[in-house]
Every structure is written in C-alpha cells, then in structure tokens.
C-alpha cells in the first residue's frame, strides 16, 4: 500500500493525495513535478531510481486507507 507522503522532499511543497504533481519512485520517495524535471532529471536522489506520476488513490479507499501524514525532508 503506498503511504501517499504529503510533500515534496526537496521544495516541501503539499502534495495532498489527488496531486497530479507528485512524482515518485518505487522506495516511494517523494518529489514535486517541478523538482523531479527541473533539480533531479527524473532521477531519485536517494536510490538513483526513475521518479514517475504518484497514482491517485479513489476518495473512498483514503477513508480506509488514510496518507501519510509524515513529512520527509531530503538533507542537502
């Protein structure tokens, strides 16, 4: 199950979970659209995996199964 992490990792910026802009990799780290092309060339920084669109999990399946709330910042 995936967590759905609530930002982006380098900017911070909220990605809530029907973000069209999250980007992620199969570890599941977390990027915003914008970092992932522009910083990271669609590159994960941690795992040297490919950063792809974060699927958006349907309205009712979140009451069941909630995102994440944890906020991960990378280190720089």
Do not use: V, W
């Not at 199969?26 to 970092?35: G, H, P, R, V």
């Not at 669109?53 to 399946?61: G, K, S, T, V």
């Amino acid at each position: 199950m995936l967590e759905l992490r609530p930002n982006c990792e380098l900017c911070d910026c909220d990605l809530p979970p029907a973000s069209h802009q999250a980007r992620i990799c199969s570890y599941e780290c977390t990027f915003c659209a914008d970092c992932a092309a522009n910083e990271l060339n669609n590159t994960c920084p941690n795992c040297g995996g490919e950063l792809t669109a974060r699927p958006i999990r349907p309205p009712h399946r979140l009451k069941l199964h909630p995102a994440s709330t944890r906020r991960i910042i990378a280190k720089r």
